[in-house]
């Protein structure tokens, strides 16, 4: 097929790679032209021509504002019959809103927020949360497990999108708690990587520690790691979830703390920074009793 990307950061460019590997045609745009022509694929040079000669587009752009922006100017021309898969994580709202849009002009939109960083992204490994009319889903199914190593449709336009922030939910809740816990474990002086495998090798690890375990081992010992998923988006995360259980009616003291651990890193100068330097920081210098 003759697919475009919307948005080519870490994640856009990886299933960029993926979907050509697998022997699409593709195209790409990125409100950055210089990132989006760094990978080599053809750069459409706005989101209207993205769309207007593409038989689908894969949107995964940086929140709702972003999502908004990028549709306006890719349903101003004659998309009807295109299929859209959007993937970025943001409110049901946001995707709700665009799934009337979409249909309204006589184009499909599938929303399919995943779980997974770039290297499952890049290997078609990534798990899809997929919401809309299950016609949708059906045609847009073949590329979505191009992409991913499990798709469910969990229901209509927003579903997706709520199922996304929950199951980040824990895993960033769990960021603060392993910040915490290395705090206390630090002071035995163990080794590094050796503390690290203690803690993966237990029922209170999260799955992301048999994978991330050794890098955050190397980040403790000194050796920074390359930027997979920054402080600032799981932050920009967390507040969409407090969003959403606000709106809900319910509280979320969990959440709440758990954002504070990310404001208290990005105030430190560690936004841009992989999500795993946040408990490196934190259990370096943790803050003090009243502080």
Known sequence: MKIGIAGTGKMGAAIAARLKDVGHEIMVWNRTPDKARSLGHPVAQTPAELAQSREAVISILTDGKAVDEVYTAMLAGDVRGKLFIEMSTVRPEVQKKLSQKVSSIGAALVECPVGGTVGPARQGQLFGFAG???????????????????????????????????????????????????SLARSLGLEESRLMDILADTSGAAAMMKNRGPIIAAALAGKEPPVTSNIDTMRKDLAEMLAEARQLGWQAPMTEKALEHFDHASKQGLGSKDCVMLPVSWSAKPQKLGS
């Open 132 to 182: 809309g009319a299950s016609a949708d889903i059906e045609r847009a199914m073949p590329l979505l497990k191009q992409m991913c190593r499990r798709v469910e449709h969990v229901g209509g336009a927003g579903a997706g999108a709520r199922m996304k922030l929950a199951i980040n939910l824990p895993l960033l809740c769990y960021w603060g708690a392993l910040a915490e816990s290395l």
